[in-house]
């Protein structure tokens, strides 16, 4: 089956990063670091360039009249339609960040929602029959307006954060009983369904009526909660880490372009889909902003799905042998 099309909601920001210099003991981080300002990011931008190297792809957000014509001319090169794309008067959606010593863990400094603070999402025509929707973290209030345009897609998978479950928890929950499929990561998790022991947790958030839950847990991989069983997914473990920035919505777009591929979406889809999005991560991690995914293509992601596939792989006969022992 050829690719279908997904769309793709989401921010496209400026960020502002902070990396301490690490150090080999993290309990003593030096205050000197390196800092980037105006790093192009946001939740769509990352989801969709990286959909893009497995399905067409359709995005949907609103940039300020400060945002580089030249990133959406990227993305269009990529595949991407940003013809539901709005320029809008005033800033760009703008968050800061310092991450960590151990470059996993991070404090949001600062999230401005500028130009979001009044985007009314307003679909192409074209749009409204795309068969797969990835709602990336942004405003669950969009999510839910981008979903109610939409003409019953097949697939509907959602990302968030803490940002939006402290301050929109009720909207939050009207939008999880319209999924498929849920995306987060691990300290989400627990704040979501207010358990802290992550298989609890899952249990939990099952009960919205989810058929799919992804917990990302950064280098520790991703874990799938399905009405067949659990799945773990290492992550690939790598000595260059520039800035994990992204990681999770490169992570959505490589799972969602995988299952744009498939004719059923079922738990070994979603097991398989989750290996490309484990791929497509660690492109992301290897440069600062869009850097390491602009290196992305299928080819690449294909060899390194080949990788995540061979950490993971036992002999069936060692293992026999090992436990008759
Ligand atoms: P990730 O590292 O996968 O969590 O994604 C980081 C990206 O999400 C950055 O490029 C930010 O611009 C964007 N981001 C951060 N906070 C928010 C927020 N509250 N809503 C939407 N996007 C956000």
Same mark, same amino acid.
């Given at each position: ?75 269009? $090169? @990529? ?8 320029? *809008?008067?005033? +800033?760009?959606?703008?968050? &800061? #960040?310092?991450? !960590? ?87 989400? $998790? @627990? ?8 298989? *609890?947790?899952? +249990?939990?958030?099952?009960? &919205? #009526?989810?058929? !799919? ?30 800035d994990p920035t992204g990681a999770g919505d490169c992570f959505a777009g490589g799972l969602m372009g995988y299952l744009a591929t498939q004719a059923h979406i079922d738990d070994g889809a979603m097991r398989r889909g989750i290996v490309h999005g484990t791929a497509a991560a660690s492109f992301c991690v290897q440069a600062v902003g869009t850097g390491g995914v602009r290196q992305l293509d299928e080819p690449s992601l294909s060899s390194r799905v ?20």
């Amino acid at each position: 089956m050829s690719a279908e099309s997904i769309l793709i909601v989401g921010s496209m920001a400026f960020d502002d990063l902070q990396f301490p210099r690490p150090t080999p003991d993290p309990a003593k981080p030096t205050k000197l670091g390196t800092s980037f300002r105006d790093v192009i990011g946001g939740s769509a931008t990352y989801a969709a360039m990286t959909a893009a190297a497995l399905a067409p792809v359709r995005a949907i957000a609103v940039v300020g009249d400060d945002f580089p014509e030249s990133v959406l001319e990227q993305m269009r $090169a @990529r595949g991407v339609d940003t013809d539901g794309v709005q320029r *809008a008067e005033g +800033k760009t959606f703008r968050w &800061s #960040g310092r991450y !960590h010593p151990d470059l996993v863990g991070r404090d949001t400094l600062d999230t401005q929602l500028n130009v979001f603070a009044d985007f009314r999402p307003d679909l192409p025509q074209s749009y409204r029959q795309t068969p797969l929707v990835l709602l990336g973290n942004i405003h669950p209030a969009l999510q839910i307006q981008v979903l109610d345009a939409m003409d019953s897609p097949r697939f509907v998978m959602a990302d968030t954060m803490n940002f939006w479950i402290e301050g929109e928890r009720d909207t939050l929950d009207r939008l999880l009983g319209r999924l498929d499929a849920l995306v987060i990561n691990d300290e989400e $998790a @627990r704040l979501l369904s207010g358990e802290h022991n992550i298989a *609890a947790a899952a +249990k939990q958030l099952l009960k &919205s #009526g989810l058929d !799919h839950l992804v917990i990302k847990r950064g280098e520790h991989g991703a874990l799938y909660f399905g009405k067949e069983g659990i799945f773990a997914c290492p992550a690939l473990p790598l000595a260059d880490v520039a800035d994990p920035t992204g990681a999770g919505d490169c992570f959505a777009g490589g799972l969602m372009g995988y299952l744009a591929t498939q004719a059923h979406i079922d738990d070994g889809a979603m097991r398989r889909g989750i290996v490309h999005g484990t791929a497509a991560a660690s492109f992301c991690v290897q440069a600062v902003g869009t850097g390491g995914v602009r290196q992305l293509d299928e080819p690449s992601l294909s060899s390194r799905v080949a990788e995540v596939y061979a950490l993971c792989r036992i002999e069936p006969e060692a293992l026999a042998e090992r436990c008759a022992s």
